[in-house]
């Protein structure tokens, strides 16, 4: 009897270890920014379909401001299992990442096949020394946005070709009074400032390098910065775009308060939303202008998602990564940013509503600058925005500020 018994028990305790076993799920943490591109809401939906599909996985999502995200990974490093297993990243952070150690290498996953499908701009993304860090997933670079009425009212009949002409159509709407201050900017000190000024720099055939070295103060970067400054003392830049970051000028923008704005993808359709925006209906976009008229310019605001060296899971890691940056799940998202993939871009699913979107990305996705790349990158970032601002705020001349800036940017690595 007793041996019975104790036979039951341990059947049952073997049947409930079993169970328990089959039923453990595979938990993953993840990393994302709450601004810009995918919204949250996108990315939580995204995510509950791959639980959909994956039911023995599971997925803590965080979601973190853009200023926040790196700082977060690079702290998270030490905390081995009980860290992140995807993180969002951006296109110059691998160079210092690899230093550290923080990503896994996944070169192997990038056929030659696969490679030519991804535009050339967001595979740059995660790559670093022909070595690939992770997948692309939001391939994006700022557009200049444009009120349509604005414009009609001042009796211009045609959106500007170059900058100059931004500048000439900016100063006759403000004289004839359509609108206080026609630009804006995200200007803050933070790395937002960092790409509006890239995109300026593109525009002025300007380049970070010159001879191997870190330079400033070259033609095309120094161009950049005495037309954002030229631009404030002219008063057609809203003043208060030092302080605005990406979020504040959308809401700047669609409140009928700026008839031209350098914005990234994800302002397209929010500004046309009657339920967001004041001025819907009347967005106009376009490629960054260049210098001269009928240029395009443009720079790589793109990121990629990785799975860290301290994943206790990376092939489940990687596989939801597939997930999210698969074609399909990219062309159903492509309202807020669009798919890496080539071919989406002939999709009318993708181009139905936002025709103007994609024909100026097909134009500027394929011209953009990158910033700077070096391990070092958060300090030479800093270094950058505060100098852009001393000179912003007339602090400093457009040429000292560029020249002390290639001066500190030789000591850095």
Same mark, same amino acid.
């Given at each position: ?313 990376? $092939?489940? /890691? ?9 074609? %399909?799940?990219?062309?159903? =998202?492509? !309202? &807020? #940013? ?20 994609? $024909?100026? /990305? ?9 910033? %700077?790349?070096?391990?070092? =990158?958060? !300090? &030479? #970032? ?32």
């Amino acid at each position: 009897m007793k041996r019975r018994v104790t036979l039951q028990l341990s059947g049952c305790l073997a049947a409930l270890l079993i169970s328990g076993y089959a039923n453990a799920k595979t938990e993953l943490s993840a990393l994302f920014m709450s601004q810009s591109a995918y919204s949250e809401s996108d990315i939580r939906a995204m995510t509950a379909d791959y639980e959909k599909a994956h039911p023995d996985v599971t997925i803590n999502l965080e979601f973190v401001p853009y200023e926040a995200l790196h700082d977060k990974i690079v702290a998270a490093r030490g905390a081995g299992s009980n860290g992140y297993d995807v993180v969002l990243f951006d296109d110059m952070w691998p160079a210092e990442f690899n230093r550290f150690n923080l990503l896994k290498d996944v070169s192997s996953h990038f056929t030659p096949d696969v490679k030519n499908k991804i535009f050339t701009g967001a595979l740059n993304t995660v790559t670093w020394k022909d070595k690939q860090y992770g997948m692309p997933w939001i391939l994006d670079t700022k557009y200049l946005y444009y009120n349509k009425a604005m414009l009609a009212k001042a009796g211009i009949t045609t959106p500007p070709n170059s900058w100059q002409q931004v500048m000439e159509q900016s100063q006759l709407l403000k004289q004839k009074g359509i609108v206080k201050y026609p630009l804006v900017w995200s200007w803050s000190q933070a790395e937002a400032l960092v790409c509006d000024y890239t995109t300026m720099v593109s525009a002025f055939k300007g380049d970070f390098y010159q001879d191997g070295k870190l330079t400033f103060n070259a033609p095309g970067a120094l161009k950049a910065v005495i037309f954002m400054k030229d631009s404030l003392d002219k008063g057609v830049t809203n003043p208060n775009s030092n302080e605005y970051l990406e979020e504040d000028v959308r809401k700047v923008f669609s409140n009928g308060d700026a008839a031209f704005a350098l914005n990234w993808t994800y302002m397209y359709n929010l500004a046309n939303d009657p339920k967001q925006s004041k001025v819907a209906g009347d967005i106009g976009i376009m490629p960054a202008p260049g210098d001269a008229p009928g240029e395009v310019a443009s720079m790589n605001g793109s990121m990629g998602l990785g799975v860290t060296q301290t994943s206790g899971h990376p $092939d489940q /890691a990687w596989d939801y990564i597939t997930y999210l940056t698969s074609q %399909p799940v990219q062309n159903h =998202y492509a !309202r &807020l #940013s669009l798919p890496i993939w080539k071919s989406s871009y002939q999709d009318p699913a993708v181009r139905q509503g936002q025709e103007a979107l994609i $024909d100026a /990305a097909d134009k500027a996705l394929n011209v953009m600058l990158m910033r %700077p790349i070096i391990p070092d =990158y958060s !300090r &030479l #970032s800093n270094m950058l925005q505060q100098h852009l601002q001393q000179v912003l705020q007339g602090q400093e001349t457009p040429e000292a500020g560029m020249q002390a800036l290639t001066q500190s940017a030789s000591r850095l690595r």
